[in-house]
């Protein structure tokens, strides 16, 4: 909508920056952008390379570098044939900009599976689904009261804020900070998610101890390898993960970012991006003076430079993940190693050793999910019965024969620890990630603007680590650079957006 077409609006734009004069600056903002730089091809970068697309239009350069895979972290691993999914691997019924990548790029979404699920306290179960579902109802109103469906009532709320962000994002509106994204959407409210804990937030709510120690407590488990310490906001993205209505893309969830990919028309350049500098070039059209970015990166072909106008990082930037280094920036690039989570994913085909989990008949064992409370003696976050991520089968079937499991821990396991945790198995993968930010509230996003024209995408990450909040930042920095190019200040950090749009249709 605001592209500067061909035609009246690009004379109109001309012409106010012609009004400007000589004092608009050194740079040349009546053209667009030659070439942008997007570092990392998770759902991150190919998507901002998607949004890029979008908004600069047909003729700007969009060059995406990759160290490893596609997808980064959405990865598949083999076992036994079969591909199943290692990273990321759900995703939420309202999660739109999902939803529309994998109806755009004509992706399937299999029929989800079940199975029930039970709590482990570390000695014995504490809850156990069943497959009566009155009597399961029962049993949660027995054991927890009414904090089930109060739970259900806060994620509802707090997803129903957040879904504006669809609103002002279809208006192309744009954010400076992760912090003012987040305030857009819920307030101070929101904010304050982040300066305290999940606990914090829901004993706040008058949510029982024992709810948030048996039901909460895993679910941070499961989706973030960590406790209900982790920042309120990321324990409710977490908690709306524990919905029903959770999907998947048949193939793998990284088939996405290579469908971004394509249909970006971006290029793609294997290799390491080591570091970025600041350079100032001469301009051959208006004879005044640019302001580049020059990314220095190691591929198979030995150390290359290329030249930039705008640049998106879309990885971590992290020692251990990214080890990017900003070259005379005046003032610095602050340096920000916080640490990410190592959780690790093993995946196992075996028979489970159910007397590990307190049952003297492993006959009367029917679960497909274990999840945890925090206990020090337990050296397993979770572990839970996985399909393929091709031809998934209907999982409701009973535990005859082995099965794949996989497996989430703080360290790999042990060969002493899987025979405490399987009867007999035979094949075993492992995969070993920086997973997403160790969170200790309060939490402070590192900045969406490293510069100029240098974005961080994925400062969002320190809100809540999900494909589709990487999606969302993505959007926004995509918007950001584009405002930032034309200056359409405007459209960058309004207020009462939500009461604003309303009017609109
Ligand atoms: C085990 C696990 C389970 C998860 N479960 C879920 C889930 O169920 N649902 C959900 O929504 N989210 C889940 N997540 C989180 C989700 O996977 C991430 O939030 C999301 O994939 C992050 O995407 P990204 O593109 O921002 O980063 P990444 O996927 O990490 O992409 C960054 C890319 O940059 C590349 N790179 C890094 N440095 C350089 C460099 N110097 N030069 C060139 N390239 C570089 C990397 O190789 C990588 O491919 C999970 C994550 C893990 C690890
Ligand atoms: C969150 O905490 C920071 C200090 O850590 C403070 O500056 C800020 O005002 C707090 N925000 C809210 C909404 O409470
Ligand atoms: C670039 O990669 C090659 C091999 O892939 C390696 O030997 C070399 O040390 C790397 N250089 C830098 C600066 O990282
Ligand atoms: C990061 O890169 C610098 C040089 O570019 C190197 O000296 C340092 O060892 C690297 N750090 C890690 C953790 O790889
Ligand atoms: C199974 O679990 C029990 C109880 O923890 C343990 O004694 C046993 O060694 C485990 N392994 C096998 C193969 O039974």
Redesign the pocket.
Known sequence: MRAPGAGPARLLLLLASLGRGLSSGPQDLRYPPKRIAVIGAGIGGTSAAYFLRQRFGKDVQIDVFERGDVGGRLATVNLEGEDYEAGGAVIHLLNLHMKHFVKELGLAVPKSQGGLMGIYNGDEFVFEESSWYIWNFVKLLWRYWLNPLRMYMWVEEILDKFMRIYRYQAHDYAFSSSESLLHALGG?EF??M??QSVEESMQKSGFSQKFINEIVTSAMRVNYGQGANINGFVGAVSLAGADNGLWSIEGGNKLVCTGLLYASKAKLIPGTVISIEEKTRQNGRSGGTMQLYEVTYNSTSGLARDAYNIILIATPLNRKIANITFLNFNPPIAEFSRPYHQTVATFVHGHINSSFFGYQDPSYFNLHGIFTMENPKLFINSMGIVSPVKDRKDASNPLLGPQVWKIFSPQPLTREQMNLLFLSYDTTTVKVWLAYPHYSP?E?CPPVILHRRMYYVNSIEWAASAMEMSAISAKNAALLAYHHWYENMDMIDQEDLHERLKTEL
């Open positions: 101070a904010l304050q982040l300066n309060p402070k």
